[in-house]
């Protein structure tokens, strides 16, 4: 068993369905003092681990919390923990999200390049190439087009921030009203008024049943239509779930949307013959906007207990009551 | 002749080889209290223009400066002035060059948009889109790659403010060096240690003999070859003469390359035949990076020519002796 137990520390307990070679690598560095436990390492397989103090899980095994009935503190592996919040059997101790500057800047990257992609009307420009033809494009500048972002958290707001330098204007919703310097906010009761002025809708929402199917066919209807695009555009980096897939498709196909940018899915990895892969001015990534990156991961893991074990209050933990 | 001369004050002269239609539109709310004569008017062709003050030129007619050998100022259709330096019997009179918010900005929208593309990897991942293969990729951060923009006028250093608040480490170089808060910069005696750190080179140079085919097999070859993007990228939006396109096409093929970005070339428009057109990792843009937009090109003018009359200096002057 790859227990490297240096001292009294209880050694953390790791169970990342993410690349098993990366996890390893990463582990090799990371909690020097304490050791851990890696689930994905066979020898493993039956190791005790009702001692354990912490957990760094990511989809882990259906059994893991019947094996670790004394967890203190459980570390989501990514930034959303919609997944977390359905395993049966879930302790109620504190859940600590990743939240991570490299997280966050790599998802700053997708979401601002996938807004300029649109406005500089990219895919027009790369048929354009394939075909050899000089094809000048004068489309509106990005101060014309309103990007309205849904989900005010640590990655909304960067995403927020970083698209207003670049000349869009910007605005927010969020299910409480969140009061963010230079930028106009709405809340739950505003909904219609917000998606009435945007032009580019970029959905950064947590997965709740209130969020769950919350990109809908009535949602894109309500999006600006008289905008300097001529159609509205939607770009979800959040949750798969939070989107209605078929709406997506047949929004697009009616021209109710100019325009998509997918990252996540109902059901990932998405289905050979799923129709998004071929719909006009649609973009897919394979969620991965922003990949967990497992040396920053072990770094904020080791932070937080160090904090913990000070007496110190964890940062960025889960709100059960409100889902993330 | 459409000249609408109100006053005693002297009309624009007019010659734009712009989209005719467009600058008609723009002239018809501009320079109320003076009037304008547009060359691109047949009513025009014989007009009397010996008694004009204020030139408005991209690309203008070979007789130009005979049939009007009065004027005070020139102003500058386009950010670059290259092209009305090599114009026969061009008069010895301020010449201002075309500086506004919009050119500036839409500039910075294209290259922050293309250095984010192929850090990004777009092209890999559209053609896993093409085939529905779901194929994550895991590249460097920005933080983790170089940019050196090699001109630092208004648009290399707001294109260099921008990218980095999306993260990129950036680096700047000019002929003679400019000091730039937080931001390494070099001069033309330090070329050498300004490539051996750059991932991505942006090219926003203006066209003169020293700039013309500064982009060559030579200065590829010593971009930097162990960054965390596997080869250097070259992205360039200044001039297509400051570029020696058949090296860019050997630089790919032979990998001294591993991508670029081009909006300007030799001659434009590019010929169907082009090898550059197809080749792996190269996006080609018809010169549409930042269009000039003529409303503003008009209100620019109309303002400098205000500060003309007040007596107060005007701005962005062409210096002679640079060539820009």
Chains 1, 2 share one sequence.
């Not at 895919?123 to 087009?145: C, F, I, N």
Request: aromatic share 6%; charged share 25%; hydrophobic share 45%.
């Amino acid at each position: 068993m790859k227990t490297i137990a240096m001292s009294a520390k209880s050694p953390v307990l790791v169970d990342l369905k993410f690349s098993p070679a990366t996890v390893a690598k990463a582990l090799e560095a990371a909690f020097a003092d304490r050791g851990s436990i890696n689930l994905a390492d066979p020898s493993s397989k039956g190791a005790d681990l009702s001692h354990v103090d912490y957990a760094l899980l990511w989809k882990p095994d259906a059994d893991l919390f019947k094996r670790a009935p004394n967890l203190k503190v459980i570390f989501s592996g990514g930034a959303g923990v919609d997944s977390m919040m359905s395993i049966a059997g879930l302790p109620d101790i504190p859940m600590v999200r990743f939240v991570d500057r490299s997280l966050t800047t790599r998802m700053s990257e997708w979401v601002v390049m996938q807004c300029l992609m649109h406005l500089r009307d990219v895919q027009g420009h790369l048929r354009s190439q394939r075909q050899h033809a000089w094809a000048q494009q004068q489309g509106p500048e990005a101060a014309d087009v309103t990007v309205g972002v849904m989900g005010l958290g640590v990655l909304g707001c960067d995403a927020a921030a970083k698209l207003k330098v670049m000349g869009f204007n910007v605005i927010g919703w969020s299910r409480n009203r969140k009061q963010i310097d230079g930028m106009q906010t709405f809340d739950a009761g505003e909904l219609d008024a917000f998606l009435a002025q945007t032009d580019i809708l970029v959905g950064l929402l947590p997965l709740t049943p209130e969020t769950t199917g919350i990109y809908n066919a009535s949602l894109f209807s309500r999006l600006r239509r008289d905008g300097a695009l001529s159609k509205p555009v939607f770009i979800n980096a959040g949750r798969g779930k939070s989107q209605v897939q078929a709406d997506i498709v047949s929004a697009i196909r009616t021209g109710v949307l100019g325009g998509a940018s997918l990252d996540v899915f109902d059901v990932e990895p998405l289905a050979k013959g799923d129709p998004l892969w071929d719909l006009e001015n649609v973009i897919i990534t394979p969620h991965d906007s922003a990949v967990s990156e497992e040396k920053a991961l072990m770094r904020h893991v080791e932070e937080q207990i160090t904090r913990f074990e000070r007496g110190e209050p964890l940062q960025h933990l889960v709100d059960r009551s409100r889902g993330y």
